[in-house]
């Protein structure tokens, strides 16, 4: 089970979600909480290396990991992978990263958001071309800002998908107050 987006789409929200309800995360806990993400970042750092080395994917069965988006076109053939692919309004994942970089004192990168914002669109539909190609990936698409609307509806979607979870703990899980880059300024 994997948890995919653009950064700063909602992916730690739904791995706590998924935890919630009953499925342990494959982490490694080595990106501390911090104002951007106060519950975790629920990272594993192998998983970040998957283009080279994907040896880590033996650990993974009946836990949730957190996979960027782009890394899931490195997935290897021999294991069945099912995806929640976490989708957020191109202006809002933008307006996060921006407030992120500057609370860390990081220079953005030096691309108009116009142009990033059309390189992540182009970069979520190679995704989903790859996806479509492959048996062996199925992948539910999930909006942040629908988990934040109807936390119940989304988590029980969720829970669907991946098997059965605990929906009550699932919406639980999730912290309104968090949703702070917010589309409209």
């Given at each position: 089970?994997?948890?995919?987006?653009?950064?700063?789409?909602?992916?730690?929200?739904?791995?706590?979600?998924?935890?919630?309800?009953?499925?342990?995360?494959l982490?490694?806990?080595?990106?501390?909480?911090?104002?951007?993400?106060?519950?975790?970042?629920?990272?594993?750092?192998?998983?970040?290396?998957?283009?080279?080395?994907?040896?880590?994917?033996?650990?993974?069965?009946?836990?949730?990991?957190?996979?960027?988006?782009?890394?899931?076109?490195?997935?290897?053939?021999?294991?069945?992978?099912?995806?929640?692919?976490?989708?957020?309004?191109?202006?809002?994942?933008?307006?996060?990263?921006?407030?992120?970089?500057?609370?860390?004192?990081?220079?953005?990168?030096?691309?108009?958001?116009?142009?990033?914002?059309?390189?992540?669109?182009?970069?979520?539909?190679?995704?989903?071309?790859?996806?479509?190609?492959?048996?062996?990936?199925?992948?539910?698409?999930?909006?942040?800002?629908?988990?934040?609307?109807?936390?119940?509806?989304?988590?029980?979607?969720?829970?669907?998908?991946?098997?059965?979870?605990?929906?009550?703990a699932?919406?639980?899980?999730?912290?309104?107050?968090?949703y702070?880059?917010?589309?409209?300024?």
């Open positions: 089970m994997m948890v995919s987006g653009l950064p700063r789409s909602g992916t730690s929200m739904m791995m706590q979600m998924i935890v919630a309800g009953g499925v342990p995360a982490t490694d806990e080595k990106r501390p909480c911090d104002e951007d993400n106060p519950r975790g970042y629920f990272e594993f750092e192998p998983a970040k290396r998957t283009r080279d080395d994907a040896s880590w994917l033996q650990h993974a069965p009946g836990r949730v990991v957190k996979l960027v988006h782009l890394l899931l076109l490195s997935l290897p053939a021999g294991y069945t992978y099912r995806v929640v692919m976490m989708r957020r309004d191109l202006e809002e994942v933008l307006r996060s990263q921006a407030v992120m970089l500057e609370r860390q004192g990081k220079k953005g990168a030096a691309v108009s958001s116009d142009i990033l914002a059309r390189t992540y669109k182009q970069q979520l539909e190679g995704v989903e071309q790859m996806v479509a190609k492959r048996p062996d990936i199925t992948m539910i698409d999930v909006d942040y800002a629908d988990v934040i609307a109807s936390p119940r509806a989304q988590a029980e979607r969720v829970s669907v998908f991946l098997g059965g979870l605990d929906v009550d699932m919406v639980d899980a999730v912290d309104t107050t968090l702070r880059q917010r589309g409209g300024g």
